[in-house]
DNA sequence: AGTTAAAAAATCGTTTTACGAAATGGACTA
DNA sequence: TAGTCCATTTCGTAAAACGATTTTTTAACT
């Protein structure tokens, strides 16, 4: 504790301070001025440990509004570095891979451990997709909410805040466009959903397999094309 | 981009004043005072930018010294924010558990993808292992890098970044002690080990499976004594 | 000449003051 | 009542000044 940056410790005893108040998602910070007074540290350090925090997704900064306390806690924009990947070509392809191994084992897990909410969520997740495409929107955002929420349903703390950023990293690195045949996405993912609603492990887990594949499938097309 | 602080694109700028250099590992960046006319911005704000690619372990700040590039870009201290779950318990269970679904996979893998080099590390690290049990020290960061070695001998850049992130979790939050039982830990490190080197990617598979059920079950039975 | 200690320089750390930019809420007007 | 505008609040940025720490230089001494 003793050659940290003042920064940092004040940044150490706001968090404490958050969480000593119990404050909870959306509740509102005081101002930059309060803090430095209340920390006894000038309003420079107050920011650079704001920033800190901001930086972690503990805090969410808005201009002219506050500062605000984030949703999303100790999530990290790039936590593991894909910006700086210089082949992106690979990196989706690698993402992907990743994929194939852990999300079947994923389905099959939720299959086990999935509680009626998580049943109902997912469903309402799995409409809005259906929803989205038969207006012909983008609905990348909403199938990494699906496969994020059923990493979730895994119960597995680990696997929750692991897969929103593979997910993203996809979502983000891959130049495709959402997929001409949306037919099978509608249908794999509504396999994926019976099948874990009627906690049959092994039916979900290969249908997320030949989901994967599929799309795996497809983003080769497309590099093949470039 | 326009919706951002003047302080992240001034990250941005600086990240791309350094690619366009290319510094290396260790390198000094000019001082705050130059930095703010080299980016045309106050030097409160480039340390803001400053901060940003440091808390992403791009850049080290020394004070009294100068900023220099770091060595582990892009990697992020808690960066799928575990240090926020209150049930470590639960915690280093989940992560095993990912490690038992993930690592096979990645021991099969690295037998198919490695090099005449990954071998020769590979080797070495195994052998420091082994050389830290005689000596009765805790060897719990080496087997940390046999592991991180093994997934970047897979050639996936995302297993390479991940892999670390999961087992720093298990060496940081369980509260076990290196085991007594050495002798499994030599001997099925041994056995990954050669299969990798010979390429025999089921065997590599399944000698990770057992090494991992092995440790799952110390950590329960340690577990029950509390 | 070599060693060591003090001084100086370089650099980041922190505070303070001042003003700009954005969001909010309330008063005023149609 | 609805919409617009303005004052207030709050974060964003800049600049100057001094403190803390590290590195380098200088100087003194053996």
Known sequence: MKNKTLAEKAAQELLKFIQDKNMVEGEKLPNEYELSNQLGVGRNTVREAVRIL???????????????????????EDPLGFLFMEDRR??????????????PA?????????????HRQLTRICQEIENLIFEGKDFSEKDRAFHSKLAESTQNLVMKNLIPVICQGVRVFSTTVSAQEYKQTIETHRKILQAVKERRGVD??????????????????EEDLT
């Not at 690979?90 to 994929?99: A, G, I």
């Not at 994923?106 to 998580?118: G, H, R, S």
């Open 204 to 221: 979900a887990e290969q249908a997320m397999s030949y989901h994967l594949l599929y799309n795996i499938q497809r983003f080769q097309k």
């Open 90 to 103: 690979k990196l989706v392809s690698d993402l992907m891979q990743v994929r194939l191994i852990v999300e």
């Open 54 to 76: 901001a930086s972690r997704n503990i805090l969410k900064i808005k201009q002219g509004a506050g500062t605000f306390i984030s949703d999303k806690p100790g999530m990290v």
């Open 106 to 118: 994923i389905a099959a897990l939720a299959a086990q451990n999935a509680t009626e909410e998580d």
